[in-house]
């Protein structure tokens, strides 16, 4: 009777450790995160996919929240606010206003911001090595300079250049002051095109045409969620549209000099498992993403604008991307 009662006793032992540890890993897996996205545009799309793709490639069982407050920063802060109360165990905020919304929401909930062109002047970060709080993230700094002299090589006779942007937007002010820094050194008169409602980006873009012999525009949200607008009146003056990102050659820009934003999404899902399996954002660099640029040109674009120096810019540059 007793090696009957010490054989059911060791039996319930060990379906109890295996129920408590099937009831840790299934606590270890069951994880939460939540994605924000400031607006609906290709290059934040592409990068909350190729983040989404990298995490179920990691942990297929970790759960994605996915939210977009469509361009209303009330929106935003409702949205973030809500994965403060439903207990997410991370948050991936694209783009600027998205990671400033989230960051402010909680200390508590790790961070993880993706296309946020300047981290340590938005005051996300005390520095890209190490950030300190408990958010990280991937950079997508604008290379204003290269982007501008791409201008210059292209349309050689510029003399002005206007400036399309949200002054609501930190990345694009920042962006803006370095365009201005780069006019100032390289003789060239600047002409902004500031607003603050989207609803003034058309009259905005057609007061640029008017003055200045190309324009430039930044990873600005607005702007690239607004693309059809901006090139249309672009089109319908001739005018030169420089931009931010390789979605908005794609949407009817002329050119730039950018990265691909498919790496600057898995960076950021590669970022997101770290976190989820322990390792504290304060302890993550920010990955600024300014190395192996390609040139993007809209060869319609230029075919419309009469540009016939397209073999000679190819010729200057190890990695040029032609999108029709």
Known sequence: MKKVLCLAM?????????ACSGEKESSKESKTVGIVQIVDHASLNTIREAAVKEIEKENKDVKIIYKNANGDMSTL????????????????AIATPSAMAAANVSKDIPVIFSAVSDPIGANLVKSLEKPGGNITGTSDEVQVDQILDLAKEMIPTAKTVGLL???GEANSVSNMDKAKAYAKENGLTVVEGAFANTSDIQSAMQSLCDKADIVFTPNDNSVASAMDVVSAVANKTNTPLFVGADSMVADGGLATVGIDYTSLGKETGSMTIDVLNGTKPADIPVKVFKDNLSV??????????????LDAIKANHKKVVEVK
Do not use: M, P, R, W
Request: aromatic letters at 10%; proline letters at 0%; glycine letters at 4%.
């Open 10 to 18: 060791s039996l319930l032992c060990v379906f109890t450790l295996v």
């Open 77 to 92: 802060n409702t949205i973030c606010q809500q994965f403060k109360e439903d207990g997410v165990d991370a948050i991936i």
């Open 165 to 167: 942007y949200n002054s």
């Open 296 to 309: 993007y040109i809209n060869t319609d674009v230029a075919s419309k604008l009469g540009l016939d120096n």
